[in-house]
């Protein structure tokens, strides 16, 4: 579904993607680790047309993408969790909702997808008409991904899922990621919490200075010993 060929990507004059190359195959949740710097957002942002590469080629359903404007690029089916989450703080949940709905295949469907959603995260129904802004840090996450799922997006990119979270909420969150995995939605986990992911996952790259230093099966990643005691504080 999405092949990234060896690209190089710059921010200003600096280079911050060396040459990387990964793929993400239909159906597959993919965990993409790597320590504060190491690139995992700028990778984001690459895929979704922020950052276009100096060299290589980022193809999605066989199509280069790597040159389009973000907004094709969400047309096309790839949508996003952003890392902070980057809510509407003023508007309602409801009304966030509905902005997420706005590539022209995803409106017509806006009510069903709504309601897919509110059976999801049943807090989000509940509290439809709230001011975001006002949703603890766990219903804010809930409500970016709720978002990020009105587009219908055939590839989800979810950048530091559990970033600032509680354990306990974290499993929540994870918990509705096995769901959407078992409904079939294709997904790339940006994580520095590397047990969460690489259990939610099938396979793993690892992100070091932005070069992939490693890459496997979620499970060989998890028995790692460079692993385990660079992300997993073991
Ligand atoms: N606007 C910018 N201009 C130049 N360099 C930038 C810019 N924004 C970020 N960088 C640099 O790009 C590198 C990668 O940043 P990026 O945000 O992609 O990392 P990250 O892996 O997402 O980190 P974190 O875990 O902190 O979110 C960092 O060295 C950062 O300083
Ligand atoms: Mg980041």
Sequence with gaps: ML???AIDVFR???????NLQMK???G???TVLGANGAGKTTLVESILGIHHPKKGEILFMDEEISQ???YLITQMGI????EGRRIFKEMTVYENLEMGAYPAKAR???KTTQDWVFSLFPILKERRNQIAGTLSGGEQQMLAIGRALMSRPMLLLLDELSLGLSPKITKGIYGTIRKLHQEGVTMLLIEQNATMALLHSQRGYILETGRIALQGSSQELLGN???RKAYLGM
């Design 24 to 26: 993400v195959e239909k």
């Design 225 to 227: 010993e460079h692993i």
């Design 12 to 18: 200003g004059e600096a280079q911050i993607l060396w």
């Design 28 to 30: 597959e949740v993919v």
């Design 3 to 5: 092949e990234i060929k």
């Design 79 to 82: 949508s996003c969790v952003p």
């Design 108 to 110: 017509p469907l806006l």
């Design 68 to 70: 389009k404007p973000p």
